[in-house]
């Protein structure tokens, strides 16, 4: 079978998404193609976004392919499955510049995992993956359209129907292959994510350490994808890693739900001549691992901290053994081996604005940067969202959006200075 892997071209207008706006590297359809192949299947990447095409062009290339499937992402890389746009104006829009192919159509992403009957229904689409995509990806091409009700994870129309089959699926991290990037997709691919610290040189790249998180942080959305921890094996990781070094990539950025600390893997990278960045919880990270954090060549921390009171992380569900005074020791000493050390902090009740300038501008002082507080999104998939509403139901993307909207006057510096409403986002298709 023939399977387009289709990243759109991304466009943000009117949307709340705070997520970063440049091309990165599309993990999951790596992975997707890596095993699709593996599996006698001819795959490819059609990424808009990184090509920097519009919707007729990309047409044109997936036309060419003459593919037997297409299949569609709902957020710009698996970095962003955790904060996607919550419209899904653009995949619709590219899957109907691409309908009239005849090829079977299938989504993936976080509204097929969180809301799977209207993301289906929404884009139109004859299926969507539940939960982390590649190897189901492989099921649906071994498997013949009649017989696709035999696969987990799938939400697909059934004689007139949309039925969810099983649940959100997880994918042994054990099977997935060290990818190898074409050197000059690695050459073009100049951003630096979450690197300030100095101007660029080289290219960047990102991959993954691991998946999931042991942590149930109430504003993160990981329930239906990215849950359960799991890390990948220590000589693939390298093996990658060294093939995007020898691509040329100069920097490269873990996209790990929550990058932990690691000692083998840090003295391999301690060897190798390459920059990285990463997110994580600074409270894990005993100072002499921060020491070899940097000596490894971490350039870039970006740390949640999210509330200055135990009440307020508690409220957040952080499982932080920490004071907010050791939280502050703790980045200073991150930032001696560290160029750019970031603390995140969200808006929480209870934490009082002149504690928080404070608490800024000591951290300024020594060179760490702390966010002003943002609003936090309930996004559907989220504890957040349960905690509010329940569990996801047709409407939570639009319950979620007008909350924000109605709650929040101001938004941060990446956002749109006036989002609109979902109904009217996802209209302006065309």
């Known amino acids: 079978m023939k399977i387009a892997l289709v990243n759109p071209p991304w466009s943000f207008d009117g949307s709340i998404y705070f997520g970063c706006r440049e091309p990165h590297l599309p993990l999951e359809y790596g992975y997707a193609r890596a095993l699709l192949t593996d599996a006698g299947h001819d795959a490819a990447i059609f990424d808009a976004q990184i090509d920097g095409i519009d919707t007729a062009a990309l047409q044109s290339r997936v036309a060419d392919f003459a593919p037997d499937m297409i299949v569609v992402t709902t957020a710009p890389s698996y970095l962003f499955w955790r904060c996607a746009p919550p419209e899904l104006r653009i995949p619709q829009h590219t899957l109907a510049a691409l309908d009239g192919l005849g090829a079977l159509t299938v989504a993936v992403g976080p509204h097929a995992s969180s809301t799977p009957r209207i993301a289906v229904k929404k884009l139109g689409v004859d299926a969507g993956v539940q939960g982390e995509c590649e190897e189901v990806l492989v099921k649906l091409a071994d498997t013949p359209r009649e017989a696709w009700g035999t696969i987990a994870g799938l939400v697909r129309h059934h004689n007139e129907d949309i039925v969810v089959q099983g649940g959100p699926q997880a994918v042994d991290m054990a099977r997935l292959p060290a990818l190898r990037w074409h050197p000059d997709i690695v050459q073009r691919h100049a951003h630096h994510h979450h690197r300030f610290d100095t101007a660029l040189h080289g290219p960047g790249a990102e991959m993954e350490v691991s998946r999931g998180c042991p942590y149930h942080c109430t504003f993160c959305a990981k329930d239906n994808f990215r849950d359960r921890y799991r890390r990948r094996p220590l000589a693939t990781i390298l093996d990658e890693l060294d093939g995007l070094i020898a691509a040329g990539a100069s920097y490269v950025y873990f996209i790990d739900e929550i990058f932990l600390p690691w000692r083998e893997l840090l003295e391999a990278l301690v060897e190798r001549p390459v920059e990285f960045g990463v997110q994580t919880r600074i409270d894990l990270w005993r100072p002499d691992m921060l020491d070899l954090l940097g000596r490894a060549g ?102 979620a959006l007008d909350y924000y909207l109605d709650r929040y006057a101001s938004f941060s510096d990446i956002q749109e200075a006036q989002p609109r409403r979902l109904a009217e986002l996802e209209r302006a298709i065309g």
């Open 298 to 399: 971490c350039v870039s921390i970006e740390a949640g901290v999210e509330s200055l009171t135990p009440h307020g992380r508690d409220w957040l569900d952080k499982d932080c053994k920490l004071s907010t005074e050791e939280l502050r020791d703790r980045l200073i000493h991150a930032k001696r081996s560290v160029p750019f050390v970031q603390a995140n902090l969200i808006m929480t009740e209870g934490d009082d604005p002149e504690i928080i300038m404070r608490w800024r501008e000591e951290l300024q002082q020594h060179g760490v940067w702390a966010n002003e507080p943002v609003p936090l999104f309930p996004y559907p998939g989220s504890p957040e969202y349960r905690r509010m509403w329940g569990l996801p139901d047709d409407d939570a993307w639009e319950r």
